[in-house]
Structure formats: structure tokens, C-alpha cells
């Protein structure tokens, strides 16, 4: 079964940085691109960011609204993607995903999502 | 940026409708679009992939349509377990985009 288990959200002050992780199980990790998503309270669905395999670099791609200030990276050999997070401000408010990439007939599409952990940004 | 506008916004429906939501894109994105459902306090869970195939594990009562600018998302007849937040996605370019959801209430 695939599991994907993110940690490392909570209340931190605008200006402030925070790392979250996340681990995978249940999957070939390393043959995986890896995304971040977020959901701001009572919103709708934001991408963050996308860091590919290494067949493909670990090049990354991520949202304007995060770009310079959030950074993600992946170590295979724990299986596990972290999303840095600095400057943060408290728009950055939100439910913090963590999404394995599928692949379908041509792209890497968000297939399976973690449950899910809370950044509060505020003073 | 591709905006992804997706139609209604919310609606209300009975056990046993057929539910039709639609996704459009502001520009081509061939067939890559992946549908997802979501209830609240809940991760999303992808539905549908490739505009029409369909996620494996899930029930054959939902099926996607479409490609280029525009998609649907089918619901052969709602059961109480249906009643959720939808979202789609683009995932032909970046940034990835996603709509802005139809909720299903209960009528």
C-alpha cells in the first residue's frame, strides 16, 4: 500500500522558516517524481513545487508564489522529500501535501497524496 | 499561467442522479488532466487520469471526457459516499493549475 507521511508543520512567525518532510512507503521511491501542494483554510487546491528523479537531474519547478523562498529536495535513500520554507508570511497559511507523481500516458500527473500537515504562519 | 475554470461551482443532486461538472482550460493542454475528490479533512484522491483513464481501485460509475480545453467529469448515479468537493487539474505545463472545485451537496 502506498503511504506517504508528511511532519513538521506548526505555528511559526511571518518571517520565520520551517522544513517539512515527508516519507514514502509502499512504492519504488526513487523512480518517482515528488510534488507539494498546499490548501489555505476553506480554499481550493494550490501546487507548490516538483522535484523529478534522478533520471531526470532532481531538476525542480515550482510555483511563482513560493519561487526564491521555498526550496524542495528528496534523499532516496530514506525515501523521503523536505520542503524548506523560508521568509514565510502568513498567506503561506495552510494545509501542506505531500503528492507522489504518477505517470500516465505522456506526463507525471499527482496521483497519490499524504494526509496532509498544518503551517500557521503568525505573530 | 493555464487557468483551469471548472462549472458549477457547487451543486445539489439526490441519490441515483447522474452528475456532470465541467473543466476548462484557457489554452490546449491536450489530454492531461487528472480529476480528484475530496471530503473535508481529507487528503484529495485522484479519480481520473489522462482526461479518461480511469485510477485504479476506483468505481466504474465515474468517468472523464475531453481533451484540448475541455473536460468532463461523469457520475453515473450518485451514492451517499459521492457527495464531495471535485477538483481537476492541468498537468501539461507548469505551473500546475487546478480549478476551483464543484462541490455535490445533498438536495
Known amino acids: 500500500e502506498v503511504q506517504l507521511v508528511e511532519s513538521g508543520g506548526g505555528l511559526v512567525q511571518p518571517g520565520g522558516s520551517l522544513r517539512l518532510s515527508c516519507a514514502g512507503s509502499g512504492f519504488t521511491f526513487s523512480d518517482h517524481y515528488m510534488d507539494w501542494a498546499r490548501q489555505a483554510p476553506g480554499k481550493g487546491l494550490e501546487w507548490v513545487g516538483r522535484?523529478?528523479?534522478?533520471?531526470?537531474?532532481?531538476?525542480?519547478e515550482y510555483a511563482a508564489s513560493v519561487k526564491g523562498r521555498f526550496s524542495i529536495s528528496r534523499d532516496d535513500s530514506q525515501n523521503s522529500v523536505y520542503l524548506q520554507m523560508n521568509s514565510l508570511k502568513t498567506e503561506d497559511t495552510a494545509v501542506y501535501y505531500c503528492?507522489?507523481?504518477?505517470?500516465?500516458?505522456?506526463?507525471?500527473?499527482?496521483?497519490?497524496w499524504g494526509q496532509g500537515t498544518l503551517v500557521t504562519v503568525s505573530s | 499561467d493555464i487557468q483551469m475554470t471548472q462549472s458549477p461551482s457547487s451543486l445539489s443532486a439526490s441519490v441515483g442522479d447522474r452528475v456532470t461538472i465541467t473543466c476548462r482550460a484557457s489554452q490546449g493542454i491536450s489530454n492531461y488532466l487528472v480529476w480528484f475528490q475530496q471530503k473535508p479533512g481529507k487528503a484529495p484522491k485522484s479519480l481520473i487520469y489522462d482526461a479518461s483513464s480511469l485510477q485504479s481501485g476506483v468505481p466504474s460509475k465515474f468517468s472523464g471526457s475531453g481533451s484540448g480545453t475541455d473536460f468532463t467529469l461523469t457520475i453515473s448515479s450518485l451514492q451517499p459516499e459521492d457527495f464531495a468537493t471535485y477538483y481537476c487539474?492541468?498537468?501539461?505545463?507548469?505551473?500546475?493549475?487546478f480549478g476551483g472545485g464543484t462541490k455535490v451537496e445533498s438536495k
Open positions: 522535484i523529478r528523479n534522478k533520471a531526470n537531474s532532481y531538476s525542480k
Open positions: 503528492v507522489r507523481g504518477g505517470y500516465g500516458s505522456g506526463h507525471y500527473f499527482s496521483d497519490c
Open positions: 487539474q492541468q498537468y501539461n505545463s507548469y505551473p500546475l493549475t
